[in-house]
């Protein structure tokens, strides 16, 4: 039973354009949604998150925006850059028990 | 000066055996998790230690056991290895339980790579 879900495995962008990545989850007492970046060989690294009292937190070329009625939230990126190349999850975290959840992930590709 | 690091690094081993891989955090964080990344690349939690003491075990067999000597360290011991014990397992770490993102984000190692033969 998968709580959260990125129904797109694969994302392929040009160098300057914008990337969208997409979760959708289930669970409705998440309280905070945490994007995590992951090169490959390396673990996962912290890349933005949000609170859900929030519906759009933005961080320099990153921003993300959470519709709680849907239970979607979506990683904004502009521009996209070749650094950005990557493997992008989305976290969810149950605060009472402190458990991040992680979808499948998205592997972005910024073609320069 | 690594945040969490992981040793080794790849771990080959035949079935059947016992293995243990080691996790030390220098961040002086409170909580410590394993998590398991299968085949299929979902990253899914095993275990969360705070202050030494187990708080989540997310239905893992019995052959896995958790030892946290300090707060600083996690390791974890795998008995009778199987076949499908094969994949990258990641160490973390996170200030603590409670409210607040901060507490809540968590840092990785860099992964094991576990392959059974």
Redesign the interface.
């Known amino acids: 039973d998968q709580q959260v879900k990125q129904n797109s495995p694969s994302l392929s962008v040009q160098e300057g354009r914008i990337s969208i990545l997409n979760c959708d989850y289930t669970n409705s007492m998440f309280d905070?949604f945490?994007w995590?970046k992951k090169y490959p060989?390396?673990?996962?690294?912290?890349l933005i998150?949000i609170?859900s009292i929030k519906d759009k937190n933005e961080d320099g070329r990153f921003t993300v925006f959470l519709n709680k009625s849907a239970k979607h939230l979506s990683l904004h990126i502009v521009p996209s850059q070749p650094g950005d190349s990557a493997?992008y999850?989305c976290?969810p975290?149950n605060?009472a028990?402190?458990?991040?959840?992680?979808g499948?992930?998205t592997r972005l590709m910024v073609k320069p | 000066d690594t945040a969490?690091s992981q040793t080794p690094k790849y771990l080959v081993t035949q079935m059947g055996n016992d293995k243990s891989i080691k996790c030390e955090q220098n961040l002086g964080h409170d909580?410590m998790y394993w998590?398991k990344q299968d085949s299929?690349?979902?990253?899914?939690?095993m275990f969360?230690y705070n202050n030494k003491e187990l708080?989540?075990n997310e239905t893992v067999p019995n052959r896995f056991s958790p030892k946290s000597p300090d707060k600083a360290h996690l390791n974890l011991h795998i008995n009778s290895l199987e076949l499908g014990d094969s994949a990258v397992y990641?160490c973390?770490s996170?200030s603590?339980?409670?409210?607040g993102?901060v507490?809540?984000?968590?840092?990785?190692?860099?992964?094991t790579r576990l392959s059974v033969l």
């Open positions: 905070y945490l995590y060989a390396e673990g996962p690294t912290f998150s609170s493997v999850f976290a975290n605060n028990g402190n458990m991040l959840t992680f499948g992930g | 969490v909580t998590y299929k690349k979902f990253l899914k939690i969360s708080i989540i990641f973390a996170s603590g339980t409670g409210t993102l507490k809540n984000i968590q840092y990785f190692g860099a992964g």
